[in-house]
Nanobody, 125 residues
Framework: QVQLVESGGGLVQDGGSLRLSCAASGRTFSTYAMGWFRQAPGKEREFVAAISWSDHGTYYADSMKGRFTISRDNAKNTVYLQMNSLKPEDTAVYYC??????????????????WGKGTLVTVSS
């Protein structure tokens, strides 16, 4: 069982930056693939970024490429999402997720097994 706690959300102006953090419990964090998803008001949850457990390969939704960066620090059991050049349409609740082993691209949520409660990011115009 893994528990995930997100932090770092808040209010930022158009073009600003935020860094989200996700702290994970457990002693086997390094064996989990990690990801970030978001859900805007009235919309379905969507994939943002993911990072593998093995080679730290990273994957991004097309609209986030070049603006968002996912990274992980296995010594701290933490995954990060650096968000730059934020836009009002990035406003959403951002969720951290985890999965044992490799990411499963057969699923929209990459087969994630554990989810945090989310942190709200609001980008003002």
């Amino acid at each position: 069982q893994v528990q995930l706690v997100e932090s770092g959300g808040g209010l930022v102006q158009d073009g600003g930056s935020l860094r989200l953090s996700c702290a994970a419990s457990g002693r086997t964090f390094s064996t989990y693939a990690m990801g970030w998803f978001r859900q805007a008001p009235g919309k379905e949850r969507e994939f943002v970024a993911a990072i593998s457990w093995s080679d730290h390969g990273t994957y991004y939704a097309d609209s986030m490429k070049g603006r968002f960066t996912i990274s992980r620090d296995n010594a701290k059991n933490t995954v990060y999402l650096q968000m730059n050049s934020l836009k009002p349409e990035d406003t959403a609740v951002y969720y951290c997720a985890a999965k044992r082993g490799p990411l499963n691209s057969d699923y929209a949520d990459y087969g994630m097994e554990y989810w945090g409660k989310g942190t709200l990011v609001t980008v003002s115009s």
